[in-house]
């Protein structure tokens, strides 16, 4: 069961994937079911309402559309990142390896907000910096150095790349 926090304890961010099929529509609410199985939780005491999704772990979900969905409130802790829920913000793009690239400007854009509304520059990992899972099928700190542009091995939509923000 996720634990209140304040914005002030968040000092990272946790990018994931869903392990789905590239460019398939998965979306948040089938990623709760695949929690209620595993027996994640959330103290749905914090703004039930704002917040249905009872079991999901993430706290944003970006679908191949580029949606972006709200798992859990930013002052609930996560259930994403073993050791690093309490200070963490966690966000699954749906695909495993390759996203289109509405998804790949959603999560940038996200990021951006998250770190205006938080008003600190956050450190941005891989699930895999921080496991032994091989999730989120590209290399972080590698999309970081070619400044939030992915390797075209990661683009569902080959051809000109061009990021509009």
């Known amino acids: 069961m996720g634990k209140k926090r304040y914005l002030s304890d968040i000092t990272s961010i946790v ?3 869903a392990a789905t099929p590239n460019g398939q529509p998965f979306t948040a609410e089938q990623i709760d079911g695949w929690h209620k199985e595993r027996g994640f939780s959330r103290n749905m005491t914090i703004s039930p309402a704002l917040y249905p999704l009872k079991h999901i772990g993430y706290h944003f979900v970006i679908e ?3 949606a972006i969905t ?3 409130p930013l002052t609930e802790e996560g259930a994403h990142a073993k050791g690093y829920n309490h200070n963490s913000v966690g966000i699954c793009m749906i ?5 289109n690239h509405i998804q790949w400007e959603a999560l940038f854009k996200l990021i951006q907000r998250l770190e205006e509304n938080i008003d600190d520059v956050l ?9 032994q899972k091989t999730c989120p099928g590209f290399d972080v700190p590698t999309w970081i150095k070619r400044k939030f542009r992915p390797l075209d091995k990661h683009l569902l939509d080959r051809g ?3 990021l509009d923000y």
């Open 15 to 17: 990018i994931h994937c």
């Open 64 to 66: 191949v559309d580029g």
């Open 70 to 72: 709200i798992g859990r």
């Open 95 to 99: 695909g495993t390896d390759k996203f």
């Open 123 to 131: 450190t941005l990992y891989g699930h895999n910096e921080l496991s």
């Open 160 to 162: 000109f790349y061009e």
